[in-house]
C-alpha cells in the first residue's frame, strides 16, 4: 500500500531525529524502536495521550528499551511523532 510506505518513510525519518530513539529498518506496517528510556514508562506515558504501543520487553531476544508502533494515519502519526518529542 502505497500509504502505508509514504507514512513508513515519514516516521522512520521523524522519530529517528529524536534524541534517544533509534528505528530498526522495516518493510512492514509496523516500526520496532530501541529506545533509551524503559519501554514500559513509554507506553504508560503515551497511554495519557491516548496513543497505545506495544512495549516489547517480553519478546523473545528484546528487552525493556523496546517499542513498537504501528503505522497509522498521517495525523494520528504527526501526534505519536510530537508525543514522543515531548517524552525524549
Given amino acids: 500500500n502505497f500509504i502505508i510506505k509514504k507514512e513508513l518513510k515519514y516516521l522512520n525519518k521523524l522519530i529517528s531525529s529524536i534524541v534517544g530513539f533509534e528505528c530498526i529498518p522495516s518493510s ?9 528510556q524503559n519501554s514500559t514508562k513509554i507506553q ?3 497511554l495519557k495521550h491516548k496513543i497505545l504501543i506495544r ?3 517480553n519478546f523473545r531476544g528484546l528487552n525493556n528499551y523496546y517499542i513498537r508502533i504501528a503505522i ?9 511523532v ?3 518529542e515531548a517524552i525524549a
Avoid at 72 to 80: G, I, P, V
Fill in 44 to 46: 504508560e506515558r503515551l
Fill in 55 to 57: 512495549d516489547c520487553k
Fill in 82 to 84: 510530537k508525543a514522543l
Fill in 72 to 80: 497509522k494515519s498521517h495525523k494520528e502519526n504527526l501526534k505519536l
Fill in 28 to 36: 512492514t506496517n509496523f516500526i520496532l524502536i530501541k529506545t533509551k
